[in-house]
C-alpha cells in the first residue's frame, strides 16, 4: 500500500470538510453587513450549535499535516507566518464575538463588527493562503526567507476575496434551508447574485492558474489530458446551474442549493488537486518526499483511526438533532 496516497486522502478529507463545514458559518459573518439586527440573531443561533464543532476540522487537518507530512508543515508554516498568525487571531476574536454579543447591550454593535471582520479576514487569509500554495512557494537561493512577501501576489489577493465570495454564497444557502419567511426571501436574493459572482471567479481563477506555470497548462490543455478532464469543468458548470435552478423554483427540498454548491467546491478542490499533482507543496515537495517515517506513521495511524470517526459521529449526531428549521420569532428550533 502507497502510505503516501492514503495520508494524502485523509488529509485531503480533512481539508474539504473544514471548508464545507466552516465555510457557511464564516460566511453568515462576512454576510452580516447585508442583514438587519433582528435577522443577525437569527442568523447567529442558526449555528450556534456547530460553529465550534465545525473547525474541530481545522484543528484534524494541522495535526494530519504536521504529523504526516513535517516538512511540508515547515515550509508552509515558515512562509505564510503571517498569515497564518492574522487568520487564528482573527478566528479568536469571532469566537469571543459570538459569545459575548448575547450578553452585551449598548456594545453589541462592536461584536457585530468583531464576528463580521473575524469571519472576513478568516476567509480572506485562507483564500490567500490557496492562492499561494497554487502559484507555488518562491525561493531565495534554495532557501525561504523569514522576511520575504513573496505571498502577497495579485493572484494571491484575488483568490482571497473568491473565496469569500463562495463562503458568503455557503451562508446565504445555509439561511434558505435552516429559515422561513422574509430572511429566506432575502436569502434566496443574494444567493442569486453570489452564485453568478462565484461562476464569473471561478472561471477567472481557473483561466488565471493555467498562466502561473507551463506545468498546469500542459497538464490541462495537452492532449489527451483534455479529453480525460473535460468532465471537471463541464461537470462544475453543471452543478452551478442545477443550484441556480434550485433557488429559480423553489420545492420542499430546500437543502439542494447548498449541496449543489458543495458539489462545485468538492469539483474545485479536485480541480486543484489535479492541477499540482503528485505536489504537496508546489513546485518543491512531492508526496513521497514529504511523507513522515513509517515509525511515525504507525505511531500515529491508532489515534487516526480512533477520532476521525468520532469527530464524523459527533458532527453527524449534532446536525440530525438540529435539523429543523429555526423559528422566526424566538431563534430556536
Request: proline share 5%.
Amino acid at each position: 500500500m502507497d502510505w503516501a496516497i492514503v495520508w494524502f486522502l485523509l488529509l485531503g478529507f480533512g481539508v474539504f470538510m473544514y471548508v464545507v463545514l466552516d465555510g457557511f458559518d464564516l460566511g453568515l459573518g462576512i454576510l452580516y453587513p447585508w442583514y438587519q439586527p433582528d435577522e443577525r440573531l437569527l442568523m447567529m443561533n442558526s449555528i450556534k450549535h456547530i460553529w465550534d464543532g465545525n473547525e474541530t476540522w481545522l484543528v484534524l487537518g494541522g495535526v494530519l499535516l504536521f504529523a504526516a507530512f513535517p516538512p511540508a508543515y515547515s515550509l508552509v508554516l515558515s512562509h505564510l507566518y503571517l498569515p497564518i498568525m492574522t487568520m487564528l487571531l482573527a478566528l479568536i476574536f469571532r469566537g469571543v464575538a459570538f459569545e459575548y454579543r448575547f450578553k452585551a447591550t449598548t456594545s453589541k454593535h462592536w461584536w457585530d463588527f468583531a464576528f463580521c471582520a473575524g469571519s472576513s479576514i478568516t476567509t480572506f487569509c485562507q483564500g490567500l493562503m490557496l492562492g499561494v500554495l497554487l502559484q507555488g512557494l518562491v525561493l531565495e537561493e534554495g532557501t525561504l526567507t523569514m522576511s520575504s512577501w513573496s505571498w502577497l501576489t495579485p493572484f494571491s489577493v484575488f483568490t482571497g476575496f473568491a473565496l469569500m465570495v463562495g463562503y458568503a454564497l455557503l451562508g446565504t444557502l445555509w439561511l434558505v434551508w435552516k429559515t422561513s419567511g422574509a430572511i429566506q426571501q432575502h436569502s434566496r436574493q443574494i444567493a442569486l447574485n453570489l452564485l453568478i459572482g462565484l461562476a464569473v471567479l471561478l472561471v477567472i481563477v481557473s483561466g488565471w492558474s493555467t498562466l502561473l506555470d507551463e506545468r498546469i497548462m500542459d497538464r490541462w490543455f495537452s492532449f489527451p489530458n483534455t479529453l480525460w478532464l473535460a468532465p471537471l469543468p463541464l461537470l462544475t458548470a453543471y452543478a452551478l446551474w442545477r443550484a441556480r435552478q434550485a433557488l429559480m423554483v423553489p420545492t420542499k427540498r430546500e437543502w439542494l442549493p447548498f449541496a449543489w454548491v458543495i458539489a462545485v467546491f468538492g469539483l474545485s478542490f479536485l480541480g486543484l488537486v489535479v492541477s499540482v499533482f503528485p505536489f504537496l507543496i508546489p513546485w518543491q515537495l512531492t508526496l513521497w518526499e514529504a511523507i513522515a517515517p513509517a515509525k511515525s506513521l504507525n505511531f500515529i495511524l491508532p489515534g487516526v483511526l480512533i477520532l476521525v470517526p468520532v469527530i464524523l459521529g459527533y458532527t453527524l449526531f449534532g446536525y440530525r438533532v438540529f435539523s429543523g428549521k429555526l423559528d422566526s420569532v424566538e431563534g430556536g428550533y
